[in-house]
C-alpha cells in the first residue's frame, strides 16, 4: 500500500420523491422542468457507501460499483469530478480510486443513482477538504442525488438561470421534525427497469403535452401546498398530495409517445389496496407514491404502522419457499387482520408478489464509515 494514500469513506441514503422529478430542460447540466420535494429515508436498509482514495502511485481514475469495475468515463461521473476538483483546485495529474456499494437493488426504481451519486460528491468533498455548497454538483452527476445531500424533507428547486447555479436543493424540515413519520417500500420487482429514467424523461420532454401543463400549472402550487403540509405535520394533506402528484407523473409517463409503462398489475393493486384503506372510516392513514417502477413506497404515522403492514401482509403474503426475511427493518409477528376491514376488500390474496417489505423512517444525510474493502488496499 502507498505510503500516501488516503482514503475517506461516507454513506449517503435514499430519497423518495413526494413531488416528482420528471424531464429536464438542460441535458448536460441536468436542469430539471419544475421543481421537486421528497423524503430522506434511514440509511440502516437504504444507503450507498463510497470509499475514494486518492495517491501519486494511480495512474488513472477507476472506479468499481457493487465489486464491478465500471467506465469511469461516463459523461456524468466526469461532471462530477471536474466540478469537485474545480472546487478544490485539484493539481493535475491527481487520480482517484472510487469503490461504491449499495445495501438494496440498484436501477430498480429505488433511488440507487441519487444516493451512490450524493454519496460520491460528498465523499470526495471530505477527502479534498472542500467546504462549499455541493449539492449543484450532485445534480450533475444524478439530477434526484442533489436532494440526498440533505436528511429530514427536502426540495430541489429548479432555478431559472441557464448556468443552473440556482437549481440547488433546501432542507425544508429536519428529520426530527416529524418522527412519526414512517415508510414501507413494496419491492414488486428489484430487477433493472425496461426504460431507463435518462431516456424516459428525454421521451416525455419531446412528446408530452401534459409534461408542459404539470410543470407549468400544477407542480408550483402543490410545492407551496407539500411545503405548508410538512411544517404543519398535516398528514392527511401530505397523503393528498403525495398520491395526487405519484398519480399524474404516471400520467405524464402515459402521455408520452410510446407511452412508458412503469407500473404492472401489483402496483395497480397495491393503489386499489391503500384507496379502500383510506375509505374505511373516511380518513387518510397511508399515501402511496411510485417512483420510475413497480415498486411502492407507503407513508403512513407510526400509529398505523401495525395495521398497515397487517394489511399489505395478508394480500400480498410471502412465498414460503424463499428463506429470506419478508419484513426488513421491523420485527414482525403473525399477522390477523380485522375482520371487518377485511370485508371491505375484493381482493383474494396473491402469494409471492412482493419480493420482500423493508420498514424504515425519515432520518438525517451522510454518516462517517470505516473503508470498504477495496480493489487499492488488495
Known amino acids: ?220 402550487h402543490r410545492m407551496v401546498q407539500m411545503e405548508k403540509a410538512i411544517k404543519e405535520r398535516n398528514f392527511e394533506e401530505f397523503a393528498k398530495i403525495t398520491m395526487q402528484d405519484s398519480n399524474q407523473f404516471h400520467a405524464v409517463c402515459l402521455d408520452t409517445d410510446p407511452p412508458i409503462f412503469y407500473l404492472n398489475d401489483i402496483s395497480k393493486r397495491i393503489i386499489q389496496l391503500i384507496t379502500i384503506y383510506n375509505s374505511f372510516d373516511g380518513n387518510i392513514k397511508a399515501a402511496y407514491t411510485f417512483d420510475a417502477g413497480p415498486n411502492a413506497v407507503l407513508y403512513t404515522l407510526s400509529s398505523q404502522v401495525s395495521q398497515l403492514l397487517t394489511l399489505v401482509s395478508h394480500f400480498f403474503p410471502p412465498d414460503h419457499t424463499s428463506e429470506s426475511p419478508f419484513v426488513i427493518g421491523l420485527s414482525q409477528t403473525t399477522p390477523v387482520i380485522d375482520k371487518k376491514l377485511a370485508e371491505q376488500f375484493q381482493m383474494e390474496p396473491i402469494p409471492g408478489s412482493l419480493k420482500y417489505i423493508i420498514h424504515t423512517k425519515v432520518c438525517c444525510c451522510h454518516v462517517n464509515n470505516q473503508p470498504l474493502p477495496s480493489p487499492w488496499m488488495t
Open 1 to 220: 500500500m502507498a505510503r500516501d494514500l488516503r482514503v475517506v469513506t461516507c454513506s449517503a441514503p435514499v430519497n423518495i420523491a413526494v413531488i416528482k422529478y420528471w424531464g429536464k430542460r438542460d441535458e448536460v447540466l441536468i436542469l430539471p422542468v419544475n421543481s421537486s420535494l421528497s423524503v430522506t429515508l434511514n440509511q440502516t436498509q437504504l444507503r450507498a457507501i463510497t470509499s475514494v482514495a486518492t495517491s501519486k502511485s494511480f495512474t488513472r481514475d477507476r472506479m468499481w460499483l457493487n465489486g464491478q469495475e465500471e467506465d469511469i468515463n461516463h459523461p456524468r461521473l466526469q461532471n462530477a469530478l471536474r466540478e469537485i476538483r474545480k472546487l478544490a483546485r485539484q493539481e493535475e495529474g491527481d487520480h482517484f480510486h472510487i469503490c461504491s456499494e449499495n445495501n438494496f437493488p440498484t436501477a430498480a426504481g429505488l433511488a440507487s443513482s441519487a444516493a451512490g451519486y450524493a454519496c460520491l460528491v460528498y465523499s470526495l468533498s471530505r477527502l479534498l477538504q472542500v467546504d462549499s455548497e455541493l449539492s449543484a454538483i450532485a445534480r450533475q452527476g444524478s439530477g434526484s442525488a442533489c436532494r440526498s445531500m440533505y436528511g429530514g424533507f427536502v426540495k430541489w428547486e429548479k432555478g431559472d438561470r441557464p448556468d443552473g447555479r440556482d437549481s440547488i436543493a433546501v432542507q425544508v424540515a429536519t428529520e426530527t421534525h416529524w418522527p412519526e413519520m414512517h415508510a414501507l417500500i413494496l419491492v414488486v420487482n428489484a430487477g433493472k427497469k425496461i426504460v431507463s429514467s435518462t431516456v424516459g424523461m428525454e421521451t416525455t420532454v419531446h412528446t408530452s403535452q401534459l409534461l408542459k401543463y404539470r410543470s407549468e400549472h400544477v407542480v408550483p
